[in-house]
């Protein structure tokens, strides 16, 4: 064997700190390269020219480049940021809603006890419910006009 081997004895305890420390920074800059990337392109108040000119400058000196932008548009980074998940927010909580709703038509449950509730008041007869049920649990029946239309059919 003529090369030489390295225990781990032979690593000092400060060369494994200052190995991490350097490893953390580096991974550190690449995450704060990659934010900047992303603000960039989120920033719509920039035209497609300065957009690119941004690009190039981070990506073919991106020490000056990031330092550069962090004090030149620094301050409305944050600010992006919270609008975007703001939006985002919205749009989920759009969703959220349209999805309990279930677009607005109510279950057959629903109908079912509506249809119990008229015929207990008499507005129906046995018969105009048995039809209306009918048409309720095999879908075919329009979801408000089933008990409506059914007493003026019997009629």
């Given at each position: ?14 060369s494994v700190f ?14 704060l390269l990659f934010?900047?990337?992303v603000d960039i ?115």
């Amino acid at each position: 064997m003529s090369g030489q081997v390295y225990l781990a004895y032979d690593y000092p305890l400060l060369s494994v700190f200052w190995s991490m420390l350097l490893f953390f920074l580096w991974i550190m800059w690449f995450v704060l390269l990659f934010r900047i990337v992303v603000d960039i392109f989120r920033d719509d108040r920039l035209s497609g020219w300065a957009k690119a000119g941004w690009l190039v400058f981070v990506m073919v000196l991106p020490f000056l480049g990031v330092f550069v932008y962090v004090i030149a548009r620094g301050r409305n980074m944050g600010q992006r940021e919270v609008a975007q998940a703001r939006e985002q927010q919205k749009a989920f909580d759009s969703y959220i809603r349209e999805t309990a709703q279930g677009g607005g038509r109510p279950s057959s449950v629903d109908e079912l006890a509506r249809l119990s509730e008229i015929r207990a008041r008499g507005d129906i007869s046995d018969e105009e419910f048995r039809r209306a049920k009918e048409l309720v649990l095999s879908g075919a029946g329009p979801s408000e006009g089933a008990g409506a239309h059914t007493p003026a059919a019997g009629r």
